[in-house]
């Protein structure tokens, strides 16, 4: 389901970490490591909550039924999973009848008005998804939805047009949505949120999109499976783990994520965040940055062809894009493209990607990882996600850093709640 081909790497010195990842395998597993009381993502595939799945499902059915727009108001881990989900599996222009909009996620005021005006004469259904239920952007958002719920609907019916997503026990979401009478999803208490996507917090979005759940619930099952051993030699997850590290001893700072597909832009941000925040600590860590080709060969692609040796770039290739059509032949060929005609456009874009791999490793010496991925379905997103979990922590650990915690985000909540006079 995924490959990872290290030929432009150069990671020769892969063997020499087979004892240290066992080592951190048997942490994982045992669950004995630094954070170790935020594993429950590990077996999740396995151990999720079937009342809670059956009851995303039937929400989701009922939400699809009554709305024209659906809202998902959180940030960080609350919104990328399930954006990056339905952006990688139903492409950027989707056919279906509910418009899936985020909110939450900043205070810039002209994306939160228009958001606002846009939705004002639509059936609309809110999803507020906070795990600690006190972030900023995700209530300030929240509250201005609940008004507008309730000045078009009256109270009422406003409440039954409101999901909220948090902790199942405490915090100020829940104490309020249970004051209000909200229905309400739980997100487990050894997840945190940049590996919540495979809980509520993701599925209920993704299922309102009309993505199967099943299938991103079995892929991610097959991934945790899959990857569930030692051994080196064989675990791709694993093997992916050590090459980043492996870039960085040999003085790489950045990773750079590279698709070639659009619809992957989302997927790169939910990326980053994910091994941004979990190893981005003690002065450790690579940069984890993102492009998306050909699109930004026009903008970055000077920098990584000539530019300061800082990074590597990390290939997410699709074997077989969502859709392909033929480069049709011109009578005329004024425009001097019929060199093209008869070849696919994902043809096309596949030489792009050699020419550019050629440029970029051979004449540009940036070392190169590919992962190749078969497809853009909903298996293929739980199985990458179950992937990028296990790789995050095996990596994050071999570093010896914790990567379930993000201390260091607190920083500017502390002097923005100061200038804000916050008490
Ligand atoms: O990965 C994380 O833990 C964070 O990025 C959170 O998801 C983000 O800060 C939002 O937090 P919360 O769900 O508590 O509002």
């Known amino acids: 389901m995924i490959k990872l081909d290290t030929t432009y790497a150069h990671c020769e010195t892969m063997p020499d970490y087979a004892g240290k990842v066992a080592e951190i395998h048997e942490m994982l597993v045992k669950k004995t490591g630094k954070g170790n009381d935020f594993l429950g993502w590990y077996d999740w595939p396995t ?28 940030i960080g881990g609350s919104y990328l999973g399930s954006r990056a989900a339905i952006e990688m599996v139903q492409g950027m222009f989707p056919n279906r009848d509910i418009e899936i909009l985020f909110v939450g996620n900043t205070f810039s005021a002209p994306y939160i008005v228009q958001l606002l005006e846009r939705i004002k004469d639509k059936s609309v259904v809110v999803n507020v998804i906070s795990k600690s239920g006190t972030t900023t952007e995700t209530a300030m958002a929240f509250r201005l939805l609940k008004q507008f719920l309730e000045n078009k609907y009256g109270k009422d019916e406003a409440k039954s047009r409101i999901i909220a997503t948090t902790d199942k026990a405490r915090g100020t979401l829940k104490d309020f949505a249970t004051k209000e009478g909200y229905a309400t999803l739980s997100i487990p208490d050894d997840i945190g949120g940049r590996f919540s996507v495979l809980t509520s917090v993701g599925l209920l979005p993704i299922a309102v999109a009309g993505i199967d759940i099943d299938a991103i619930m079995q892929g991610a099952l097959d991934a945790s499976k899959t990857f ?27 990773e750079m994520f590279v698709s070639y597909e659009t619809q992957l832009t989302m997927l790169a941000e939910w990326w980053k965040q994910l091994f941004g925040e979990s190893e981005g600590k ?43 059509m033929v480069f049709p032949s011109d009578a005329d060929d004024l425009d001097h493209m019929n060199y093209l005609a008869g070849k696919s456009l994902d043809e096309v874009n ?10 970029h490793h051979d004449t540009g010496n940036v070392p190169n990882l590919i992962l190749t991925v078969t497809d853009t379905s909903a298996y293929t997103f739980g199985y990458i996600a179950q992937f990028f979990f296990i790789a995050c922590a095996m990596s994050v650990y071999l570093l010896d ?8 985000v607190e920083v500017y909540k502390k002097n923005m709640f100061r200038l804000l006079g916050k008490i």
């Not at 151990?47 to 108001?73: H, P, Q, S």
């Not at 569930?228 to 030699?233: R, S």
């Not at 850093?401 to 260091?408: D, Y």
């Open 47 to 74: 151990t999720y909550d079937k009342t809670e799945y059956d009851l995303v499902k039937k929400l989701a059915g009922e939400i699809r039924a009554k709305a024209d727009v659906f809202i998902v108001c959180g």
């Open 228 to 254: 569930n051993h030692p051994d080196l030699a064989t675990n791709t997850a694993y093997q992916y783990a050590v090459c980043r590290r492996i870039m960085e001893e040999k003085g790489y700072a950045a």
């Open 282 to 324: 003690e002065e450790k860590g690579l940069l984890p940055a993102s492009v998306n080709f050909s699109t930004d060969l026009h903008s970055m692609g000077q920098f990584i062809q000539d530019g300061g040796k800082c990074l590597f770039e990390t290939l997410f290739l699709v074997e077989k894009p969502m859709l392909d």
């Open 350 to 359: 596949k030489k792009a990607c050699l020419g550019t791999l050629q440029a």
């Open 401 to 408: 850093v914790n990567p379930f915690n993000q201390p260091g």
